[in-house]
């Protein structure tokens, strides 16, 4: 996972902007990434968990499962008003939109087939 944060920070650097510090990733295959209510949360494709890290020590403060009770693949996150949504698809046509709140309570999802 450290590869996988190398290449998304490399334009960064080269534009000057440098690496405050790295954290070793909570699970195996990080899918998602969002900020938000002073964390970094991240979601798991593999096993659709969410994690809220704490951005200093990157210990995990909260987990919970993601899974939009859907067994579609998570595929990205983002944090808005209080709430993290993942978007979730299926290979094919159809993507769902999954939120929950920060403390792990599932609150609805949307088709976008």
């Not at 899974?67 to 046509?93: D, E, H």
């Amino acid at each position: 996972m450290k590869l996988m944060g190398m290449v998304l920070l490399l334009p960064l650097i080269c534009f000057g902007a440098s690496v405050d510090r790295t954290l070793a990733a909570p699970d195996s295959n990080i899918s998602g990434l969002a900020w938000g209510e002073g964390r970094l949360w991240c979601l798991d494709e593999n096993t659709s968990q969410a994690y809220g890290l704490n951005p200093v020590t990157g210990n995990v403060e909260v987990s919970f499962d993601f899974s939009g009770y859907s067994s579609y693949s998570p595929a990205g996150l983002t944090y808005y008003g209080g709430k993290l949504f993942g978007s979730f698809i299926n290979g094919g046509s159809s993507t769902y939109v999954y939120w929950y709140t920060t403390s792990g309570s599932y609150g609805g999802s949307d088709c976008f087939c």
